[in-house]
């Protein structure tokens, strides 16, 4: 039988056959899978091969295969930073939930959320959450980075998942796909979907008092179909987004608005750190590249990563 993964636990996997029937199923044997050095196997949105095991009067259905992936997000391991964590694959679309406060979403996890999803090539938009609780300040501030990330090119929709504020115009960029949200604990993940889809009654919880952050409530990936047609994955939030194994002349590849520009750059092999004539070095002095994409760009390339390997993945207290 065939059918795709909705949740995993680890050890045990949620997979709803192509007749829409769900199964609870184990994998057989070691999936290595070539090129990935993954923690887990299996991950939500694989399309897998089963077969049903009939233990007593148990029905267990057992995984044999899994069919190459179109593309994955990943995020790399708390413990063994060689390894990786498929957070989920074959998705049509991501969004990012970004919030200002509580907890606040930094520059540095956005872009290298954005240049993520550039790299597997999944179409990514960022939503501008919890708008309800702004002042004209900060309501000012979303704007600017709106407008920042619209330049470049990326659909940015300011939202309130408790209000229910343009949750419509999620919806609508929703139909017909599978799309996964991810974002910071507490950013309100689980919220937008209920609020897309109320009697799915997620689990949700406050935000810290004490460290104005989310407290991990969400501890699984897992998808859900939609009245409307279209599938989505709720996440648990994490820190960093892993772009493992990206050469160092690629990054900037993933910059979409520095890939614009590298032609113009003296060298074409160009890492727009020190070279001469340097289009984006240009473009930055002239304000067309914003300092804080450089920035990000600049510590992805220079592999500054202590804070964001130990402070990666809040594991759930
Ligand atoms: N005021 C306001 N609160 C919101 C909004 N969206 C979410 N929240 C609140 O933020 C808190 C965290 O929301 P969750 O949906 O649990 O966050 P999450 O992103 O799923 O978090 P994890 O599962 O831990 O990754 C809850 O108390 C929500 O009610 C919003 O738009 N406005
Ligand atoms: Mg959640
Ligand atoms: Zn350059």
Same mark, same amino acid.
């Given at each position: 039988?065939?059918?795709?993964?909705?949740? !995993?636990?680890?050890?045990?996997?949620?997979?709803?056959?192509?007749?829409?029937?769900?199964?609870?199923?184990?994998?057989?044997?070691?999936?290595?899978?070539?090129?990935?050095?993954?923690?887990?196997?299996?991950?939500?949105?694989?399309?897998?091969?089963?077969?049903?095991?009939?233990?007593?009067?148990?029905?267990?259905?057992?995984?044999?295969?899994?069919?190459?992936?179109?593309?994955?997000?990943?995020?790399?391991?708390?413990?063994?930073?060689?390894?990786?964590?498929?957070?989920?694959?074959?998705?049509?679309?991501?969004?990012?939930?970004?919030?200002?406060?509580?907890?606040?979403?930094?520059?540095?996890?956005?872009?290298?959320?954005?240049?993520?999803?550039?790299?597997?090539?999944?179409?990514?938009?960022? @939503?501008?959450?919890?708008?309800?609780?702004?002042?004209?300040?900060?309501?000012?501030?979303?704007?600017?980075?709106?407008?920042?990330?619209?330049?470049?090119?990326?659909?940015?929709?300011?939202?309130?998942?408790?209000?229910?504020?343009?949750?419509?115009?999620?919806?609508?960029?929703?139909?017909?796909?599978?799309?996964?949200?991810?974002?910071?604990?507490?950013?309100?993940?689980?919220?937008?979907?209920?609020?897309?889809?109320?009697? @799915?009654?997620?689990?949700?919880?406050?935000?810290?008092?004490?460290?104005?952050?989310?407290?991990?409530?969400?501890?699984?990936?897992?998808?859900?179909?939609?009245?409307?047609?279209?599938?989505?994955?709720?996440?648990?939030?994490?820190?960093?987004?892993?772009?493992?194994?990206?050469?160092?002349?690629?990054?900037?590849?993933?910059?979409?608005?520095?890939?614009?520009?590298?032609?113009?750059?003296?060298?074409?092999?160009?890492?727009?750190?020190?070279?001469?004539?340097?289009?984006?070095?240009?473009? @930055?002095?002239?304000?067309?590249?914003?300092? !804080?994409?450089?920035?990000?760009?600049?510590?992805?390339?220079?592999?500054?990563?202590?804070?964001?390997?130990?402070?990666?993945?809040?594991?759930?207290?």
């Amino acid at each position: 039988m065939k059918g795709t993964v909705y949740k !995993s636990t680890g050890s045990w996997y949620t997979v709803k056959s192509t007749e829409g029937t769900f199964y609870d199923c184990r994998i057989k044997g070691k999936f290595r899978i070539k090129g990935i050095k993954s923690t887990n196997p299996i991950a939500v949105g694989d399309e897998v091969e089963f077969e049903i095991d009939e233990a007593g009067d148990e029905t267990v259905g057992v995984i044999w295969a899994i069919e190459a992936r179109r593309n994955y997000i990943i995020r790399k391991s708390v413990n063994l930073s060689k390894q990786t964590h498929i957070i989920a694959s074959n998705l049509d679309q991501v969004f990012l939930l970004v919030t200002l406060n509580n907890p606040k979403t930094y520059p540095v996890f956005i872009d290298r959320f954005l240049a993520t999803a550039e790299a597997y090539g999944i179409p990514a938009t960022l @939503l501008f959450n919890k708008i309800d609780t702004y002042d004209m300040t900060e309501l000012g501030e979303v704007k600017y980075l709106a407008e920042l990330y619209r330049a470049i090119g990326y659909t940015c929709i300011g939202i309130s998942a408790k209000t229910g504020k343009n949750v419509d115009q999620v919806k609508i960029l929703m139909n017909g796909k599978t799309s996964m949200f991810a974002g910071n604990s507490g950013a309100g993940k689980s919220t937008l979907i209920n609020a897309i889809e109320p009697r @799915l009654e997620i689990k949700t919880a406050e935000i810290s008092e004490q460290h104005l952050q989310g407290q991990h409530t969400t501890t699984f990936a897992e998808m859900y179909d939609l009245s409307f047609e279209g599938r989505i994955i709720d996440t648990p939030g994490i820190k960093g987004f892993g772009v493992v194994d990206m050469k160092k002349e690629e990054i900037g590849d993933y910059f979409p608005e520095f890939f614009a520009l590298k032609g113009d750059c003296k060298f074409n092999n160009c890492l727009h750190l020190d070279e001469p004539n340097c289009a984006v070095k240009k473009a @930055l002095e002239n304000d067309q590249v914003t300092w !804080s994409r450089y920035k990000s760009y600049v510590q992805m390339l220079t592999g500054e990563e202590e804070n964001y390997r130990t402070d990666l993945f809040g594991e759930k207290k």
